[in-house]
């Protein structure tokens, strides 16, 4: 079984996305270790190129790290204990009842969800979870003469590259509120996602969204430049702390 509707909106910004992509908290990856049943096998599906997978392997023996996108996988770090694969979301490779958690960060809504929701429940073991995450638009901590950054990131977010995303970016958006998830919920600690970044580093984090990169191919230029001109004199030299707010949801098979 394969997904065919799958579209790889990362294909041309993968260095990107491993460069420059937050972290996830050591907090979050603490709590699904616990409630996990076992810490055998987790299956991180559509991992990019290895965020989650990454934060995964310090408590589980064995991580399953796949995705559809071969360059996120040809750009993923490597660690031990983590095994990547090419793999769509509903074929993962893994057999029947071998996994004590799966976790999707920043991915569910591409999927095929039934087909996804199958897969999962095949390859899951009994009293198994299921953790799935997105963090939305990010805001810039401002004071002073920071005043004005969160004015110009909002209106590249809104209306330079906002007809460059996909449809999907709404359920980011809304924390995936309106996405079906048919398991038995869990209540989840609260999370930050919080980095300490200069002007160079949020210019990385920008060139990684897909909707840049289809920018780019739509009108022939790279749109963030323009905006860190804008922004320099306001960002200066220092770090500023840029947070996004993370949901969570988590269920049991």
Not at 25 to 37: G, K, M, R, V
Not at 43 to 67: I, K, M, N, P, S
Not at 185 to 205: R, T
Request: glycine residues 6%; proline residues 8%.
């Amino acid at each position: 079984m394969t997904n065919s509707t799958f579209t790889d909106h990362f294909a041309q910004v993968a260095a990107h996305y491993a460069s420059h992509r937050p972290t996830y908290p050591p907090a979050l990856f603490s709590w699904l270790a616990e409630q996990a049943p076992a810490r055998r096998l987790a299956w991180d599906c559509a991992t990019g190129t290895g965020q989650a997978a990454l934060g995964l392997a310090e408590y589980f023996e064995q991580v399953w790290a796949t995705d559809a996108s071969r360059s996120q996988i040809e750009a993923a770090a490597p660690c031990p204990g983590v095994q990547y694969h090419t793999a769509p979301s509903d074929c993962s490779g893994l057999p029947d009842h071998a996994a004590d958690l799966v976790t999707v960060a920043q991915a569910l809504h591409w999927f095929d969800l039934d087909r996804f929701y199958a897969e999962v429940r095949r390859v899951m073991q009994p009293g198994g979870l299921l953790a799935v995450w997105t963090y939305g638009v990010f805001r810039v901590e401002e004071g002073g003469t920071a005043a004005g950054i969160q004015t110009l990131l909002d209106r590249f977010y809104y209306e330079t590259v906002g007809d460059c995303w996909p449809p999907e970016r709404r359920h980011v958006e809304n924390g995936y509120a309106d996405l079906v998830f048919p398991f038995r919920e869990l209540a989840p600690p609260p999370c930050a996602m919080a980095v300490d970044w200069n002007l160079e580093d949020l210019a990385g984090y920008l060139r990684s969204w897909s909707a840049v990169s289809r920018y780019r191919e739509r009108y022939g230029s790279d749109p963030v430049p323009l905006l860190t001109a804008q922004l320099a004199p306001l960002w200066g030299e220092d770090r500023r702390r840029v947070v996004w707010p993370l949901s969570i949801k988590a269920g049991r098979l």
